[in-house]
C-alpha cells in the first residue's frame, strides 16, 4: 500500500509534504509518513472531477451498480484486515474496527441497488397535449469532509450515495487517520471508474480543508465534524450558495425511567457512554436517572465503568482503547477539572493510565450530582465521561433531555408503552431509541438530528437522495403525429 495522502486525476501523488501518523495506543508505532496536498493538488482534482462526472453519468445505473458491489464487497471481505488498521490508527477496539469496516461496506452494497431504484414521477399537465416528467440527476462535484472517529464508515457513507446517484468526489478526510483513507480510496480507485472520478485531497482543515469548502468549483459539501468548523464551513457555503448537509455535535439524553429493567438500562447506558471510547456522536453523555433508582443505577453503572478493560487497542481483551491523540487526552483531563469546580461529584476515573505502551490511555469516568447548567452537560466533549442527573418524574426527566443546543440521539428505557410512546412523539432528536443504546444505528435508513447537531438534508437510506441530487422538471409537447 503506498502510503500517501493524494489520489487525484486517476493517480497516486507522492506530494511535497507530508505528516507521520503514529499509534495512540503505543506513539513509538509509526503507521505511515501521508502526503498533504498543496493548492495546485487540489485544482487538479477538482478539474479532474469536473471531467469524470459527465462520463460516470453517462456510464449508467447497470455500471454504478456493479462498481458500487464490487467495493461493499470487497470492504467486507477485508474487514479483519482494514478493521485491525483502524483499531491500530484511532484506537478503537479491532473488534469495533472490524464492525466498522463491515458496515461501511454494507453501504456500498446498499446503494449499489439505490442507483438502480433511481425512479422518478410523472404527472398529467393542466395543459393538454403536455406531458411532465420529474427525475432525479446528479449535483455534480461534491465534496466530503469528515472526521477521524469513524474513519471508514463516515465518509463510507457519504461516497456511497454520491457514487450511486451519477456525482464525482473530492474527499479531505481528517488527518489523523490517513491510513483509513488511503486504504478506502485503493479499493475505490482500482474499480473500472473514469480516472478523477474519486480524488483523496489530505492535509488540514484550516488549510486543504477550507480552500476545498471555500471553492466555487464544488456544486455540494458533506461535512461531519465540529460545530465550531461546521459553523464556518456553513458561512462559507452560503457565499457560493453552495448545497450544504453537516453532522455536528451532540450531547444526546439517556432517560432512565422508574419501571426500567435496571441490569438492562446499566448495560445500554455504560456502553453508549464509554464504547469508542466515548468519541462517538452517538454517545450517552446525560443520563437522566428517575430519584427512586438513582442510587441503585448509579451504584452498578460505577462497578461496570470500573470493570471495563481499558487498554492497547490490539489487545483481545480490550474494551476501551486509547483516547485518538494527546489533544484530545488533554481536552477530556481539563473537562474532568471544569467538572469539579462546577460542583459535580466524580464518582470514578477521569484520570491518565499507564499501560505497557506509551499511549493516551483514561479511565472511564461518571460523575454523579450534574446539573443541566454545567458545562460538561452543554458541551460535547467527546470523551469516555458521563454525567448523571437526577430527575423526579417523567414530565422533568423529558424537559431536561430537551433542554439542549443539540438534537442528535436520545433514549429512555421504560417498560411503559404508554412513556415509550409520548417520548417518542416528544423527544426532540432525530433519532429516538427505546430500551436501547443511544449509539447503534441501522444503515439503510435516514440518519441525523435538530438543532445544533445538523444541517440539511438527512443522511443515508432513501432520504441521501434529497441531498446528493438535484430535481429536474420537464414538460414535452410531443405535437400531432399525423
Ligand atoms: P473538526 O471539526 O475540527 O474536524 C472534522 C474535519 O473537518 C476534519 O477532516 C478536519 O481536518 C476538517 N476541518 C477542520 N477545520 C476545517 C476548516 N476550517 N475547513 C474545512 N475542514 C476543516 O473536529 P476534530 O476532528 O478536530 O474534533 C474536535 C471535536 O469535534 C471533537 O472533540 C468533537 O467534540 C467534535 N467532533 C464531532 C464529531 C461528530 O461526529 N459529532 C466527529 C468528530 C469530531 P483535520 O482534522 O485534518 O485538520
Redesign the pocket.
Known sequence: MQQTGIHIAGRWDAGATHIENRSPSDVSDLIGNYAQASSEHLEEALDSARKAQNIWWAAGVQKRHDVLMAIGTELMNRSAEIGELIAREEGKPVAEGKGEVYRAGQFFTWFAAEALRNQGDLAESVRSGVEVDVRREPVGVVAI?????FPVA?PAWKIAPALAFGNAVVW?????TLASAVALTDIITHQDIPAGLFNLV?????DV??R??ESHRVDAIS????????R??AAAAIGNMTRLQM????KNPLLVMDDADLDLAVSCAAGAAFGGTG???TAASRLIVHESIHDAFVERLVEAAEALTVGHALDADTQLGPVVSDA?LQ?NLAYIETGKAEGASLLCGGERLERASDGYYMSPAVFSGTRNDMRINRE???APITCVMKAGSYEEALSLANDSEFG?TAGIMTQSLARASHFRANARAGCVMVNLPTAGTDYHVPFGGRGA?SYGPREQGSYAAEFYTVVKTAYVAAGDPL
Open positions: 469532509v469528515s472526521p477521524w472517529n463516515t479531505k478526510p481528517a488527518n489523523l489530505s492535509g488540514p482543515g484550516r480543508g477550507q476545498l469548502i461535512f461531519t465534524g465540529s460545530v465550531s468548523v461546521g464556518g464551513i453532522e455536528m455535535g451532540s468519541q462517538k456522536c484530545q481536552q460535547e466533549m467527546f442528535l447537531s
